[in-house]
């Protein structure tokens, strides 16, 4: 079942530029420029792109905060806009600068106003606060107020929030920002097994590209308003032929270089006992590797690292003519 589509959706703004002294001319910028999207139910998709690629204008016009100036939208069947009210009552937002709790109330206190605003049953919503709860350890807060939680506390209880109606779509934008390293596995683990349930469809933007590792199956990046990669994560190491590391020790130098078709020596290192080693993953694997090394030197330690999703996803940037976001 398809929950999100979109087709053609562009969204354009009207800006002045100065031109003179005292003159300013119109120019209307297209910050979203004919985006086609279809989304399943129970995906978890990771969009992110370099800052002002239009993310945060993507969701707003899903969320029907903002009206395309063209295409057409559709979100658990619904027009965002035109049917924004009953549409509120099927997805979740979680943006990672706004908070939908009350600033002064303790954290239960916001989680009953919210269970009124939506009119959830009382059953369904002790429910899903009692699995909230147990995941992201919330006993210890819930009579807390707001404005006394941590940044990391207070965006267990966002994600509660946004969740105590049963939404079909969360969208979070930024979730992790701000976050110290306990927290963000905290959140990171939460919304992984939401995800793996596959009750919540997720829509994730961020900049920490961590994020999308640990929880999107799907990567759909953007790049000028338009979507430039949309698929695996494999599937983009894939297109610029990200390469695995093989890092070596071994007792003594090498008496003469290695040469294995798809091997590149990437850097040498303690008087030729480290050697790091390129593969091209269509040619040779990390075991043809080793298997050549044992035949021919002492080896203390084998370490493979996995290519790095930052280099890949700045590559695309760069390749483009555009700068990555920090």
Known sequence: MTVIETRGLRKEFTVRVKTGW????????????????????????????PNGAG???????????????AGRERVCGLEPVPQRIELTRRIGVVFGQRSQLWWDLPLADSFALLRDVYGVPASAHAARLARCRRLLDLDGLLDTPVRQLSLGQRMRGELTAALLHGPEVLFLDEPTIGLDVVSKQAVRGFLRSLG????????????????????????????????????????????????????????????????????????????????????????????????????VAELRDISVVEPDIEDVVARLYTDRGTEPSP
């Open 196 to 295: 793996e349930s596959g009750d919540t469809t997720l829509v994730l933007t961020t900049h920490d590209l961590a994020d999308i590792e640990r929880l999107c199956r799907r990567l759909v990046v953007i790049d000028h308003g338009r979507v430039v990669h949309d698929g695996s994560l494999d599937d983009l190491h894939l297109r610029y032929r990200s390469r695995r590391r093989v890092v070596v020790d071994l007792d003594e130098p090498l008496a003469t270089p290695l040469v294995l078709p798809g091997v590149a020596v990437e850097s040498v290192q303690a008087g030729g006992r480290r050697i790091t080693y390129a593969l091209d993953g269509d040619v040779a694997t990390a075991g043809d590797l080793v298997r050549r090394l044992t035949e």
């Open 55 to 69: 993310k945060s204008t993507t969701l707003k016009m899903l969320t029907g905060v903002l009206y395309p100036s």
């Open 22 to 49: 005292l003159r300013r001319k119109a120019r209307v910028v297209a910050a979203v420029d004919g985006i086609d999207l279809s989304v399943e139910r129970g995906e978890t998709l990771g969009y992110i792109g």
